[in-house]
């Protein structure tokens, strides 16, 4: 716990008083809320008001104008997001009764403040966090590889595929695409949304990795996303911590509420995906353009599901094998679309979009389609092993080729000094 308060303190020593409080303030709350219903509202206005001040008044490292000469200077804390939705889901889990008050001080405020996953995740659940704090953690030769093998799986994601296909963009396309001809957005799109990917799968597991080395599972975070089907299945893929969160806390509750209120099954339909992605674009930030791009997924979702009005849907390996291809593909086209206004203001991911079908000279950059096909070779190997550390199981002449060449791409890429922040520590 101290560990892990002295890393939050090296990004800022503001950020452990909010940190601690927050922590006090929910555990308090935890040991009254067990079927108290006005409990845990005040605890979750309490949570979201600190996420609303931090984060959604507009001054994300903005300054106030108090008076001449005087300003105050708000600073978001990193990890601030998930830290509150993790509270959030502790109390409503003890309200339910589904899970036990903790009693433990020091246990609950490590499960908010446990360093590998505080600055993005994943969003654990108390009710599989804690327990682990409670039983002897064995920590041998096995684990050791197991939790090495996703570090380095997770550096190499990050530093040498997800920030060289960051950095491979002309910065100029994201303000002036109307300068570039189709093939180029496209190139550049592609190699947006597999360098995002990377950035976020590559950070959770060297977070999943070091917290093996103390014998704690954390939370699969990514599950091959682009192999999805269809909208529903990419969303059980990526980001599955926060998925299954709002899945769980918003999408099956209104639900509940809709079937029990006559609302019909139209409804049932249209609301819950439609109110539970526009708070997931709400919670990446508090822009037109994160609204735009939670609401374009929802209706992604409503339209997928539209056909079970009058036929029961056939889940994706059911399907025939030509089905399933082309639910890849075209599930692959409109989430890549959808990046746009993830990364842009809307009137230019507008123009952006406009520019993929202006046309203009073929262009194809290897060194992105390079980068994409390992992308997608490392994502194979690890879904027909079903685990990241697939290599484990490999002989040992083909472990250490694998070895060699990743830190040699490593070490490539150190040398270079190619910088990226990842992406997500900004939510």
Known sequence: LLASFAFYATWALEFVLTLALLSLANYAIGLRVAGRRGWLWFGIALNLLALAFFKYSGFFLARWPLAEGLELQILLPVGLSFLVLQAISYLIDVQRGQSPAERSLPDFALYLAYFPKLLSGPL???????????????????????????????????????????????????????????????VWLLAFALGLYNDFAGYTSIARGVSLLFGIELTPNFQQPYFARNLTEFWNRWHRSLSHWLRDYIYFP?????????????????????????????????????????????LYQIAERLPTLWRPALPPEQQPRGRQVLGALVTFALVILAWLPFQLPLPEAGRYLLGLFSGGAFWLDGRVLALVALTLGLDVVQARAGEDEAF???????????????????????????KAPFIYQGF
């Open 392 to 418: 484990l199981g490999w002989p040992l002449p083909a472990r250490a080729a694998v070895l060699a060449f990743a830190l040699l791409a490593l070490l490539f890429v150190f040398q270079a000094d190619a």
């Open 124 to 186: 654990e659940r108390a009710k599989t966090f804690l327990p682990l704090l409670a039983r002897p953690q064995v920590v041998n030769n096995a684990v050791l590889a197991q939790a090495f093998t996703r570090i380095l799986v997770g550096f190499f994601r990050k530093k040498f595929l997800g920030d060289s296909l960051l950095l491979m963009i002309n910065p100029a396309v994201w303000s002036a695409p109307q300068e570039f001809s189709a093939a180029q957005l496209a």
């Open 254 to 298: 209104l639900a509940r509420a809709l079937r029990g209120s006559n609302a019909g099954s139209a409804a049932n339909l249209i609301l819950p995906p439609l109110v539970t992605m526009l708070v997931s674009g709400l919670w990446h930030g508090a822009s037109w353009n994160m609204l735009f791009w939670g609401g374009l997924h929802g």
